[in-house]
């Protein structure tokens, strides 16, 4: 058996692989943190609700309308998407001219919502989603398997992380967008509707959790509580990356799910705390995150 | 951060002064004593230590919220931590129940000492994100260490007799221990808050650069008010695990962190008494939803957004504004 520093090579690049995956959602997930961060300056601490909500969508989509994952993929994220929409436009944007504080415990609030809502009605425990036939099974790599959907999940994460990415710095759309982030007052005197610009903004961010949930759900099973277990961590992730760059999120967050896949290999019982530590130390040596531009 | 904390009792910084406004306060304040004093008689004593441990834990909260600026995501760590050990030291030591307390107290200033260090380095919304993981981060050790039990948590804790002497396990006796906990709680906060050095963290409240031009090593007040702030809720967490106890998950866990935030949000932040209106509101809240199928944590978010949108003063923070308030004395700041 082929063994790497003393662990079976297959052990190994599972857990590379699993800390591939959980890259992919902290990925994802980060990279809406810091879209809605940079233009509304609010932390969403609902977007791990957000996350939760698009997984229970395409899990009632399956089970009451008999929609499959396919369709659901893009429905789910648009119903959440316009969920995000109304709530920033009602509530969340009568707070833009107080302390940033109040934006992220207003949607504190709003995930402790969310999260009971569904808490009450389908309990704590997890309702399994069936992935689709397609990409069931796997395949047989030699020194690995590699089960088709998880292969799937990072893909997708890719593509929609750099189709992000693309859509903010090479489109007329996107320039508007940083504009706005550098000075809403000036780009609102040239005639750019900034109030749409950050309701679209809190959707797309929002869109992009529901993502994140819908690729989740046949992975880990749909449960209330995975949202609130890993906003914490994907906040520790913006912290170490810094909110100042997009493509500074999406690294970030693969970097920090392979370091915790690997850590499980070497030393398990580090694994839950493994990306607090690298927060501690970046913040030690870098206070401005590992990509941030401010002081 | 100055827009977070718009009240301010600062009619106390006068006491003295002026005998009419004085003496409204005064009157409140033995009003609130002789009730505190005969409660125990009247309502089950259970209720209202809870009551107090979480009143002293959201105005030690408040201390670095309120009267500093910075939004700790993370006291849960403090308040639990020093559960633990309280109850770790009383029950496998058989230390008394005071050398327990002062025990717990000197672990969460430690803590608070380790996580204010790293957490001060950023400001605003940051150092609550960071504060959050690091109290995250601290659940997860208290989730793995051997002394905490794990899920069970460190359960039946002897009471003890406090000095050796007075019986803790009568329900009284045990009430009068912790309001005389609490009592010094409230004051040492009080003190603390119009010393000079509370005055220099009101002024880094109100602008920070400029308290950094004025001279002051900021980050080391900072970092006092935090440590000071950790070691107060870790009083409260310490008494709390002798009164229930039993020390849990539940106390470290950002559940927890959340509720004494509403707690201070709801009372008004910046206001000494304010946390103490919150934590009794929260307290009763959960006490009469305990026993209903009905989810606190809507109850407990719904009244966050409420707050947030359009009651941001708080409870007394709105009575100081009011035109009663003002006329009895109390100064509402903008």
Known sequence: MTMVFGIPIQAFLGQLLIGLINGSFYAL??????????????????????????????????????????????????????????IERTMLSRLYDLDHLYGLLFTFGLALVIEGVFRWEYGA????????????????????????????????????CLATWLLIEKTKLGSYLRAATENPTLVQAFGVNVPLLLTLTYALGAALAAFAGVLAAPIYQVSPLMGSNIII????????????????????????????GLTKVFYPEASNIVIFVIMAIVLLTRPAGLFGRDA | MSDMTRNDMTSTNSAGAGGGLVNAQAIFLLIGLALLLAAPFFVYPIFLMKLLCFALFACAFNLLLGYTGLLSFGHAAFFGGAAYITAHTVKEWGVTPEIGVLLGVLAAAFLGLVMGFVAIRRQ?????????????????????????????GIQSVPRGHLFGVVDLNNPIAMYFFVLAVFLIGMAIIWRFVNS??????????????????????????????????????????????????????TDVSWQMSGEVILMTLLGGIGTLVGPIFGAGLVVTLQNYLATSSFPVTIITGVVFMVCVLVFRRGIIGEFYASRLGRKLGFVHRR
């Open chain 2, 124 to 152: 605003g919304i940051y150092f609550a994100m960071i504060t959050l993981a690091l109290a995250q981060m601290f659940f997860f050790f208290c989730l793995q260490a051997e002394f905490t039990k794990g899920e069970d």
């Open chain 1, 29 to 86: 997930l980060s990279l809406g943190l810091a879209v809605i961060f940079g233009l509304l300056r609010v932390i969403n601490f609902a977007h791990g609700a957000l996350y939760m909500l698009g997984a229970f969508v395409a899990y009632l989509l399956l089970a009451e309308l008999g929609i499959p994952y396919w369709p659901a993929l893009i429905i789910a994220p648009l119903i959440v998407a316009a969920f995000g929409a109304v």
């Open chain 1, 125 to 160: 425990s997890g309702q399994p989603y069936a992935g689709p036939d397609l990409l069931s099974g796997g395949t047989n790599l030699g020194f690995m398997f590699l089960p088709t959907y998880r292969a799937w999940v990072v893909v997708a994460s890719l593509v929609v």
């Open chain 2, 196 to 249: 000079p050095f509370g005055m220099i963290l009101k002024s880094i409240r109100e602008n920070e650069p400029r308290a950094v031009s004025l001279g002051y090593a900021v980050d080391r007040y900072k970092l006092g008010a935090f440590v000071m702030s950790a070691a107060l809720t870790g009083l409260a967490g310490g008494v709390k695990a002798l009164v229930f106890q039993f020390a849990t998950l």
């Open chain 1, 233 to 260: 961590v994907v906040f520790a992730v913006v912290v170490v990356g810094g909110m100042g760059s997009i493509l500074g999120a999406i690294l970030t967050g693969y970097l920090l799910g392979i370091a915790e």
